[in-house]
C-alpha cells in the first residue's frame, strides 16, 4: 500500500513547520519522530534518510518505503497530525521488524 499524496507532508517547507516547533518527539532505536497538530483532518507522513548516513538511493528508498507502508497500515488508527520521521544510521536495510513498535506510542498521542 503507497503513501497516498493526502497522507504525504508537501515539500521541506511542511517538514520545517513540524521540525521548527513540534508538539511530541519520539525516540524509538533509529527512529526520531516529530509530530504537530494539522488542520487537514488526517494524519500524513514525511520521511527523511541522510544520504551522509546511506550511500545508497536503493537503500535509503528501501527505509523509506517501509516507513511509508507501515505508516498507512496503521494510519486510520493516529489522530490529525504530521508526522516527520528521521532515520539515524545504523538502520538495517533488510530488518522488518522494530515499525511496529514505532508506532506503538503514536497511536495513544490525543489531540488537544
Same mark, same amino acid.
Given at each position: ?34 509530530? #504537530? ?6 494524519? $500524513?507522513? %514525511?520521511?527523511? /534518510?541522510?544520504?551522509? !548516513? ?33 532515520? #539515524? ?6 530488518? $522488518?521488524? %522494530?515499525?511496529? /513498535?514505532?508506532?506503538? !506510542? ?7
Amino acid at each position: 500500500m503507497a503513501l497516498s499524496v493526502k497522507h504525504s507532508i508537501p515539500s521541506s517547507s511542511g517538514f520545517g513547520h513540524v521540525l521548527s516547533k513540534p508538539e511530541f518527539k519520539v525516540n524509538k532505536g533509529n527512529y526520531l519522530i516529530f509530530a #504537530k497538530q494539522n488542520s487537514e483532518n488526517i494524519p $500524513r507522513l %514525511g520521511v527523511s /534518510v541522510r544520504k551522509a !548516513d546511506y550511500k545508497l538511493a536503493t537503500h535509503r528508498n528501501i527505509i523509506k518505503r517501509r516507513i511509508k507502508n507501515s505508516f498507512m497500515k496503521r494510519a486510520s488508527k493516529f489522530p490529525a497530525f504530521d508526522f516527520v520521521v528521521l532515520v #539515524k544510521p545504523g538502520e538495517q536495510v533488510k530488518a $522488518r521488524d %522494530g515499525l511496529e /513498535v514505532l508506532w506503538r !506510542d503514536i497511536e495513544d498521542l490525543k489531540v488537544e
